[in-house]
């Protein structure tokens, strides 16, 4: 199946989405269902004024909207989609500066992401050890080529979205993984690292570590 995603084609929407606690709030609904600003607070450990101008934000630009009220109450917000896209090949200077944006958030959280993982790393089972962390393999390959296996590898993955649209579909023994595609281009025209003698750094055995 493939998830139900909202496309931000406006520079104001990508810079809007580009912020931390965006970010974190939007995660956060997709994983765990329609919550207050309230209940979005105590979960990301910041405070309700803030969530709840963030969630305002977030609806202004198609990510998040209102959900009907249980008890008629505070109305819970919710996630408009389980995915969020953009295009990274336009020509228009101020929609490439607010993706540029964008990706230094998505960094950032990533970032984040993974040294709260390596805090935790000690306390997992050794089978989750074992098949989690990082890894780089260097790459020697066309616009075109790069763009194929980045298809092949999306593809692979698309083949576990139903168990993120349906929790009724996922294993009883199955943790979220957050896989983060990364494909770093190298600075040199001919791709060789400043020391093209030095092996470049390769990890196998592990390599998961993302935020939809």
Do not use: N
């Not at 493939?2 to 970010?23: M, N, S």
């Not at 910041?46 to 109305?75: I, T």
């Not at 953009?86 to 958030?105: F, G, I």
């Not at 989690?132 to 790459?139: E, N, R």
């Amino acid at each position: 199946m493939t998830l139900p995603r909202v496309k931000l084609t406006d520079p104001k929407a990508l810079r809007g989405y580009a912020h931390p606690l965006r970010l974190s709030l939007i995660g956060l609904l997709r994983r765990q269902g329609p919550m207050t600003a309230t209940r979005a607070a105590e979960a990301l450990d910041e405070s309700v004024a803030s969530c709840s101008f963030h969630l305002r934000q977030l609806a202004k630009y198609g990510l998040a909207e209102r959900a009907p009220a249980a008890d008629g109450r505070e109305r819970p917000w919710r996630a408009t989609a389980l995915a969020t896209s953009w295009d990274d090949d336009s020509d228009d200077p101020q929609v490439r500066s607010a993706t540029d944006d964008l990706h230094r958030a998505q960094l950032a959280l990533y970032t984040r992401q993974a040294e709260e993982s390596l805090a935790r790393r000690p306390e997992e089972p050794a089978a989750w050890r074992a098949v989690t962390g990082f890894g780089d393999w260097p790459l020697y390959v066309t616009a075109e080529e790069m763009a194929e296996l980045t298809a092949r590898i999306d593809a692979v993955l698309s083949t576990y979205d139903d168990r993120v649209a349906d929790p009724s579909r996922r294993p009883a023994d199955a943790r979220r993984v957050t896989f983060v595609r990364l494909a770093v281009l190298s600075p040199t025209p001919g791709g060789e690292p400043a020391d093209a003698s030095a092996p470049p750094a390769e990890a196998t055995g592990s390599g998961d570590s993302h935020e939809r």
